[in-house]
């Protein structure tokens, strides 16, 4: 069963064209961390939300919004995509502060 | 800052053989991940570590805490080419929300 959604699993955009990848878990989480990957380097935390709390990455670029309607979803808008944005986006859910996250499958953007 | 020195980088082996990855830090982690992330998709949890000393088996991969909860190992045995993927460590400190990445171990397993 399906615990960390993300869709789409492919999105291709244009440069400065805004997009928005979205998340939804099952798992009724607290936490939902939105990563930057680039090929074959560790995830990058973007920001965070504990519950509606919302926690920004001191070097996460203004470019990048995130917004949590409800426990269930999360969505980053990538407000004016560069062509160093392309990456593998992943969303991971938490219960509490040091226990284990859990991954989605990825977002991968492609930046035309 | 909390850093995790996760060793080798890359490893290519042949099919049949053994190998450990190191995960080594200064500093002491409550619990520690390891996940296995194959191209194109998120990264899968193999194990959660908390307790220091602790040892933990799954099929052919066997992990290990350190007694100070500073280090951790994943050794493969007998590795199989289904095994290939990039292997993180991650670990979280006391009464953090954040996850301290190793910069992970691509393993390629030749048939």
């Known amino acids: 069963d399906a615990m960390v959604i993300q869709n789409p699993r492919y999105q291709v955009t244009q440069f400065g064209k805004p997009v928005t990848l979205s998340c939804s878990q099952t798992?009724?989480?607290?936490?939902m961390y939105w990563y930057q990957q680039k090929s074959s380097q560790a995830p990058k935390l973007l920001f965070h939300?504990?519950?509606?709390?919302?926690?920004n990455e001191a070097d996460t670029p203004d470019n990048f919004q995130s917004r949590r309607p409800n426990t269930s979803f999360c969505f980053l808008d990538i407000r004016s995509p560069g062509l160093g944005d392309a990456a593998m986006y992943l969303c991971?859910?938490?219960?509490?502060?040091?226990?284990?996250?859990?991954f989605g499958p990825g977002t991968r953007l492609l930046v035309l | 800052t909390q850093l995790l020195e996760q060793s080798p980088q890359f490893l290519s082996i042949q099919e049949g053989e053994n190998l450990t990855v190191y995960c080594n830090s200064s500093?002491?982690?409550?619990?520690l991940q390891w996940y296995r992330q194959e191209p194109g998709e998120g990264p899968v949890l193999l194990v959660t570590?908390?307790?220091?000393?602790e040892v933990k088996k799954l099929k052919r991969l066997t992990f290990q805490f350190g007694d100070a909860r500073k280090d951790s190992s994943l050794h493969i045995t007998a590795a199989q080419p289904g095994d290939t993927g990039l292997y993180l460590c991650?670990?979280?400190?006391?009464?953090?929300?954040?996850?301290?990445f190793g910069k992970g171990t691509k393993l390629s397993v030749i048939p």
């Open positions: 991971a859910t938490q219960r509490g502060r040091e226990e284990t996250q859990y």
């Open positions: 798992l009724n989480h607290n936490v």
């Open positions: 939300y504990y519950d509606k709390d919302f926690n």
């Open positions: 500093s002491v982690f409550s619990s």
């Open positions: 570590v908390v307790t220091g000393g």
């Open positions: 991650a670990a979280s400190g006391a009464g953090s929300y954040q996850l301290t």
